[in-house]
């Protein structure tokens, strides 16, 4: 069974940083893509970033293009997704989710492992 945790959330400043992780137990990942996703409070949850965790593969919402990057550690079993110039908008509980690699990433109902989720805060 795949296990996820999040961390690395937090507050931060309108222009400010944060790097979230999320470690991975439970299978070996290489026909697995990995993603990120948001909730704000009253809207639904949706796609930030994924990342193929074989060939490393990468695709990005277009409102974080060019400001988050996702990467992976394959020793470590473990995702990062790299948030920079935040904005308020950005502000949501941040959740990683894991699915065979096959197939569209971008919704969430194809995902069947998910993480607990991290709170992320930028002020204005």
């Known amino acids: 069974q795949v296990q996820l945790v999040e961390s690395g959330g937090g507050l931060v400043q309108a222009g400010g940083s944060l790097r979230l992780s999320c470690a991975a137990s439970g299978r070996t990942f290489t026909s697995y893509a990995m993603g990120w996703f948001r909730q704000a409070p009253g809207k639904e949850r949706e796609f930030v970033a994924a990342?193929?965790?074989?060939?490393?593969?990468?695709d990005y919402a277009d409102s974080v293009k060019g400001r988050f990057t996702i990467s992976r550690d394959i020793a470590k079993n473990t995702a990062y997704l790299q948030m920079n110039s935040l904005n308020p908008e950005d502000t949501a509980v941040y959740y990683c989710?894991?699915?065979?690699?096959?197939?569209?990433?971008?919704?969430?109902?194809?995902?069947?492992?998910w993480g607990q989720g991290t709170q992320v805060t930028v002020s204005s």
């Open positions: 989710a894991a699915k065979h690699y096959s197939g569209s990433y971008y919704y969430p109902t194809t995902y069947g492992s």
């Open positions: 990342i193929i965790w074989g060939s490393g593969s990468t």
